[in-house]
């Protein structure tokens, strides 16, 4: 079946405006995830969905990233009054449940350069 | 909480030979997995093993095997007769029940010919 998909592949804008990432998991995968990689670097998590409830949101930086999802489908990322330090790839797991023995498929990311 | 240490943020191998990339892991929980992923300069991440905290034995995956020792808290990946196609960005990760998977800070492989 397909895998985890993210749109867009690449996003250009300019500082101060709002952006909208998507992330479609694997069908059947309960579990969601967010994270952000800044270049160079290691994957810093975001945010955890199950189903369509978020019990970890620790990792969100700021009031302005927020996300969403939709049942045990779609999910949204939201960046608001984008900063140039918000540029970065930001990557999309899903696992089948929230086990510690799941493992996390990843989807391609979406690339994000704030001007 | 849990945390997750890379200590190494470059290695290098000569080619055929073995490498062994550390990881060591902090967390309170008795049942957590631990994982290792590849990221080629494509920016995919790749699964290449996983060992569970309760596992009797060090997993291997082909070429891929986890040194576990659960008393020290490691989980060092080795990889044996390494290949050109082998050098990317290597993450330790480790996630406990009904929680998200954290990663280390990696470490950069370099396959010398």
């Known amino acids: 079946g397909a895998g985890v998909s993210q749109s867009p592949s690449n996003k250009v804008t300019e500082k101060g405006k709002d952006v909208e990432l998507r992330c479609d998991p694997i069908?059947?995968?309960?579990?969601l995830y967010w994270y952000r990689q800044r270049l160079g670097q290691g994957l810093e998590f975001l945010i955890y969905?199950?189903?369509?409830?978020?019990?970890?949101k620790s990792g969100l930086p700021s009031d302005r990233f927020s996300a969403e999802r939709t049942g045990e489908s779609v999910s949204t990322l939201t960046i608001q009054r984008t900063q140039q330090e918000d540029s970065a790839v930001y990557l999309c797991?899903?696992?089948?449940?929230?086990?510690?023995?799941?493992?996390?498929?990843f989807g391609p990311g979406t690339r994000l350069t704030v001007l | 909480a849990q945390k997750i240490t890379q200590t190494q943020p470059g290695m290098f191998v000569q080619e055929k030979e073995a490498v062994t990339l550390d990881c060591t892991y902090d967390?309170?929980?008795?049942?957590?997995?631990l994982f290792w992923y590849k990221q080629p300069s494509s920016g995919e991440m790749i699964f290449l093993i996983y060992?569970?905290?309760?596992?009797?034995q060090n997993a291997t995956e082909g070429r891929y095997s986890l040194n576990f020792q659960k008393a020290r808290k490691s989980a060092n990946l080795v990889i044996s007769a390494s290949q050109l196609g082998d050098s990317a960005m290597y993450f330790c990760?480790?996630?406990?029940?009904?929680?998200?998977?954290?990663f280390g800070a990696g470490t950069r492989l370099t396959v010398k010919p």
């Open positions: 990760a480790m996630r406990v029940d009904n929680n998200d998977m954290r």
């Open positions: 069908s059947g995968h309960t579990a």
């Open positions: 797991a899903s696992s089948y449940g929230a086990l510690a023995g799941n493992e996390q498929f």
């Open positions: 969905f199950q189903g369509n409830s978020a019990p970890d």
């Open positions: 967390t309170s929980d008795p049942s957590y997995g």
């Open positions: 060992q569970g905290s309760y596992d009797q």
